[in-house]
């Protein structure tokens, strides 16, 4: 059974670095693609980074670049985000999702639908 299990949220005050983990179970890694996502109350799910199975490809939505990272331990099955120089408009609560490499990476980040979802962690950035 395909499982995502993400941890590392909690609050942080603004410029503050936190990092989320992704542990994947039911599958490997290195061949499904995974991406983060966050939603706040009252907005849609938006995709914040997406990377490919093999991790030679990533995308970032344009509102994080320069400030996060996704990269990942295929030996550990997880998959990491790096946040840095975060800002109050980073609070959400943040999902890893998973997606068959039959969809494009770069597609999968706009998706809400359609893939695999993890119970998601709060981020909370505040002074």
């Known amino acids: 059974q395909l499982q995502l299990v993400e941890s590392g949220g909690g609050l942080v005050q603004p410029g503050g670095s936190l990092r989320l983990s992704c542990v994947a179970s039911?599958?490997?890694?290195?061949?499904?693609?995974i991406g983060w996502f966050r939603q706040v109350p009252g907005k849609e799910r938006e995709g914040v980074s997406c990377i490919s199975g093999s991790g030679g490809s990533a995308n970032y939505a344009d509102s994080v670049k320069g400030r996060f990272t996704i990269f990942k331990e295929n030996a550990k099955n997880t998959v990491y985000l790096q946040m840095n120089s975060l800002k109050p408009e980073d609070t959400a609560v943040y999902y890893c999702a998973a997606a068959p490499p039959s969809i494009d990476v770069q597609a999968m980040c706009r998706m809400t639908k359609g893939l695999y979802w993890g119970q998601g962690t709060q981020v909370t950035v505040s002074s």
């Open positions: 039911g599958f490997t890694s290195d061949y499904y693609h």
